[in-house]
């Protein structure tokens, strides 16, 4: 493989990483935006749409559906995966937010944190502590550009993260709700005296970063082919850095970043030792909050924020 | 009111009932409910108690307004009965514990001693100076690490190795102190939690001095020198303290000495320097709080009791390896911390006592240890945010800082 | 006070606390329909958490509430802003990474009558034409004085009947100030009533009707506006004669 294919190769391995990572981050960043709270249990909550879509999945294919009607079979993951997220995010919000919202941000992070770990082992105990193997549902054909090999599922990844955020980006800027949730991030006392229902405005936010992140979660299960219950923990740290050096609040912050680091961590693993890429993660992720923990696009006054 | 307050709890309880059901009841892909429902019982029914007892007072509250609740009234004649008699019980107790005891339970007796003193020294970072530390297992895997290489290098003693250990905790105390100094609490948590992590990976990878995931194994046990006066001459001999009743006592030691350092250290100047820095820290700052050093000084005496911890660990196991020093351990330190009281030296204590020994006598509850970790930290701060034994000063703080339940704390304009 | 009219809002004995600051410490009054009334005082005396106590933000702890006759202390911010009750808070609370436009829009959150809001918006933009210029721009790059119009606009935009003020004057070029007021005048002809609170006690009782002078958490004078502007106490303590 010469050097222009060892480049595009990484480079899309790059992207499809770093858009899963985007789309995790989106979550982060979201709930972060309007509460000024680390969902620490969002790693937990994108862990849970892998494995409803394993389940889901199985099941579809010992009936037959992947060869009968396969988009039809992908429609129903993503969508079944998603929505049953969307209820849980509701619920942990519900359970471990919401009662805490007047009192001291120390008692917050730890309900969430909590609530993390409650989630994280609630996932052992009923799926167990090895690995689930997903269905391969897209083979291994691939497309060759220039000598780099695409696989279809990547492909096809990479199009629905790109259709997601697109599609929350239109959901934030151009419909009621939408604006609502800006709104509120931008100022509470304010957005209620305008009649913007708070309450409302929080869960929608935690019904639509979860399913975002189910939507990872089940893109992370197809692509790797396996999913495990502690798996939430290390993407949930990379997908935090993305979302902190993209400025957190920000939605096309977290996407940026999530790029870069989907970049830094390819990069590492291709030229150098690859046991220590998540050291890497977690020093880019000390050194942006250290040295500009407003992130890339937190501080400009552009239309970027949520 | 009280129906508002029902209306609460019914949807509370509905909420609480879609995130267990699904999350415990299915097995891979058959749907068993029944180990669900019970854990939402347990739930729904210490929220129900709860419930209960605030009505009960609140109620009281109303009739006769001037007498305290059962539990301040429980508190103070606890609190008459002379203080010396109480401590010096316990002490008793403990003393000749290894006495009554088999093997296997002042083994537990240690672990839970080693918990707790991890949690005396987590207090002061969280429970005093207020900064929210997720990678604190970081600090004892240093002086676990720094024992076994300094033994199985040089051969250094236990005693020895001991303050170097303590020191390198402090300094990388200091090191990951440093970074978070102007940072807000969620941030510091994450970067914490990315240097215990960074820690544990090292220790991984770097083969040639930790031996990676294999761990180092065959430290010496800690010694205790006496005298010799046999062949007419003068000579220290040592004796290695090998019998878990001697480990128990060293560790026993290590945790009363912990103790004494932390009440001291709670009512010196410095204690209140932190307790004005987790009250409000521009405040501090402003009425002359060196709020820098404080906060330096927090992480790095919490590092040295972490790492004093470490050391014991790993002399006693004579073995070390990073999975010890995974994420869940700062949380199950944590949850101690917070299920005590965060703050609150005797809260800690019962509280390391009670989440280390009950799942190793309940064996058949030990998977579900850690998800009644998590569940706990949650209902906790829901329901009784200061812990069960709570630290008085940290009480108010920790509960809603005003008492209207739609009020929103902020007028946020950034 | 002769209460001609028939009142839309009605405060009596209204109380309310800030932790444990007793800020509120029995405020009653009334304000007839389609009137202007101001609120005076001091620094500190309570002016904006009277207001904020109507809105609902900070909830008050003892007292009653009528709007249209109807109590409404126990209701949410967003359920008080429901019942025709705008407010155009101290410092404006512009959404700052917005622009003008949606800023309106939100103002206009919870009604559904497209045509009427596009009507209301017209007028905003008849009201203070600069904000035409600037719809695009986000509201945290406006002006100052550009951001209290937009906020009034806003207020506007949800067509209340009954209009809170807050300082509009704060930080303003007393010709902008006086601009200001004279919009508000038109606004008050179209049928929304005015409660102002006001620090520059001078233009607010020229415009009002009604005014209430408030001191620590009491109001210690009520009359028309034009004989407080006589008041000797008045013009000694707030209008600096």
Request: aromatic letters at 10%.
């Amino acid at each position: 493989m010469d050097l222009t294919a060892l480049l595009l190769q990484q480079m899309v391995n790059a992207i499809f990483l770093g858009s899963i990572y985007a789309l995790i981050a989106l979550g982060y960043t979201m709930v972060y935006g309007i509460i000024e709270l680390i969902n620490f249990a969002h790693g937990e909550l994108f862990t849970a749409g892998a494995f409803i879509g394993v389940i889901v999945l199985s099941a579809l294919q010992q009936a037959g559906w992947v060869e009968s009607h396969f988009v039809l079979t992908l429609i129903i993951v993503f969508g079944l995966a998603m929505a049953y997220v969307a209820v849980l995010g509701v619920a942990v919000e519900h359970v471990a937010y919401k009662p805490l919202r007047n009192s001291s941000r120390l008692s917050a992070l730890l309900s969430a944190l909590g609530m993390s770990i409650f989630l994280s082992n609630g996932m052992m105990l009923s799926q167990g502590v090895s690995d689930r193997a997903y269905p391969q549902v897209f083979g291994l054909q691939a497309i060759e550009i220039l000598g780099a090999r695409i696989t279809k599922g990547q492909i096809f990844i990479i199009l629905l993260a790109i259709a997601l955020m697109v599609a929350l980006q239109l959901f934030v800027h151009r419909t009621r709700l939408g604006k609502a949730m800006r709104a509120t991030a931008q100022n509470r006392t304010m957005a209620r005296m305008l009649g913007i229902d708070i309450d409302q405005t929080i869960r929608i936010t935690f019904m639509i970063g979860p399913a975002l992140g189910a939507a990872a979660g089940v893109m992370v299960g197809l692509f790797y082919g396996a999913v495990r219950f502690d798996m939430g923990f290390i993407f949930m740290i990379k997908a935090f850095a993305a979302a902190i050096l993209g400025g957190i609040g920000s939605i096309p912050g977290a996407m940026l970043g999530g790029l870069i680091i989907g970049v830094i961590e390819v990069g590492w693993a291709a030229f150098l030792p690859s046991a220590w890429k998540d050291v890497t993660t977690f020093t880019v992720l000390i050194l942006v909050l250290y040295l500009k923990p407003s992130g890339l696009l937190g501080e400009s006054v552009s239309e970027v924020r949520v | 009111m009280v129906r508002q307050e029902l209306q609460k709890l019914a949807v509370y309880a509905f909420f609480l009932a879609i995130l267990l059901i699904p999350m415990l009841g299915f097995r891979s892909a058959s749907f068993e409910p029944d180990r669900a429902l019970k854990i939402w019982g347990v739930f729904v029914g210490i929220l129900i108690l709860n419930f209960i007892v605030k009505a009960v007072r609140g109620g009281r509250a109303a009739v006769e307004a001037h007498k305290e609740p059962w539990t301040e009234r429980t508190r103070e004649r606890i609190s008459r009965i002379p203080r010396l008699y109480t401590i010096g019980g316990l002490a008793l107790l403990a003393a000749v514990y290894p006495l009554m005891a088999n093997n296997y339970m002042i083994d537990v007796g240690i672990t839970c001693l080693i918990y707790v003193s991890l949690g005396l020294g987590l207090n002061i970072v969280v429970g005093l100076c207020g900064l929210l530390d997720l990678g604190y297992i970081a600090f004892y895997a240093v002086g676990a690490y720094t024992y076994s290489l300094l033994n199985l290098t040089f051969g250094v003693s236990f005693w020895a190795a001991l303050p170097m250990g303590v020191v390198l905790g402090m300094v990388c105390g200091c090191i990951i102190g440093y970074p978070t100094l102007k940072m807000r609490g969620d941030y510091l948590a994450i970067v914490t939690l990315g240097f215990g992590e960074i820690v544990r990976l090292v220790l991984n990878n770097w083969d040639s001095l930790t031996a990676g995931p294999n761990g180092l194994f065959g430290m010496k046990r800690p010694t205790l020198y006496y005298p010799s006066f046999a062949d007419g001459g003068f000579s220290w001999v040592a004796y290695y303290l090998k019998s878990l009743p001697a480990l128990y006592y060293l560790i026993l030691i290590i945790v009363v000495l912990t103790i004494v350092g932390v009440r001291r250290l709670d009512n010196s100047r410095i204690g209140r320097a932190w307790i004005a820095i987790r009250e409000d820290e521009t405040a501090a700052e402003l009425s002359g709080v060196p709020t820098t050093w404080n906060k330096l000084l927090a992480y790095a005496l919490g590092a040295a009791f972490a790492s004093v911890a470490g050391a014991f660990f790993a002399a006693k196991l004579s073995y070390t390896n990073p999975n010890f020093f995974l994420f869940m351990e700062s949380c199950i330190v944590l949850c101690i911390v917070v299920l005590g009281g965060v703050g609150s030296i005797p809260g800690i204590v019962v509280a390391g006592f009670v989440l280390i020994a009950v799942p190793e006598i309940f064996r058949g509850l030990e998977n579900y240890r850690m998800l009644a970790f998590g569940a706990i930290m949650t209902i906790m701060m829901v329901v009784k945010p200061e812990g069960l034994i709570p630290a008085s000063r940290r009480k108010r703080e920790l509960h809603a800082t005003d008492p209207h339940p739609h009020e929103e704390s902020d007028g946020r304009d950034r | 006070m002769a209460v001609t009219a028939k009142s839309i809002l009605e405060l009596t004995d209204v109380h309310t606390y800030y932790d444990n600051i007793h800020a509120l410490k029995g405020i009653s009054l009334s304000i007839p329909e389609g009137d202007i009334a101001c609120l005076i005082g001091a620094n500190g005396a309570g002016k904006s958490t009277t207001l904020l106590t109507i809105s609902g933000v900070q909830p008050a702890e003892k007292g009653e509430i009528r709007f249209r006759g109807e109590p409404i202390q126990h209701l949410r911010p967003e359920q008080v802003a429901g019942k025709g009750v705008a407010q155009t808070p101290e410092g404006r609370q512009i959404f700052p990474r917005m622009t003008t436009f949606e800023n309106l829009e939100m103002g206009a959150f919870l009604r559904k009558d497209k045509a009427a809001v596009a009507e209301d918006l017209e007028w905003v933009f008849s009201l203070f034409p600069v904000l035409k210029e600037r719809a695009g721009q986000l509201g945290g790059t406006l002006s100052g004085g550009e951001q209290q119009m937009l906020a009034i606009g806003r207020s506007l935009m949800s067509r209340p009947a009954l209009l809170l003020l807050d300082e509009p004057s704060l930080g303003l070029a007393p010709k902008l100030v006086e601009r200001i007021f004279k919009t508000l005048l038109e606004i008050n002809q179209k049928g929304t009533t005015i409660f102002l609170v006001e620090q520059n006690a001078h233009m607010a009782l020229n415009i009002s009707r009604t005014g209430y002078v408030m001191e620590t958490g009491r109001i210690v004078l009520t009359d028309r506006a034009s004989a407080l502007l006589e008041n000797e106490q008045v013009k000694k303590a707030y209008l600096g004669e």
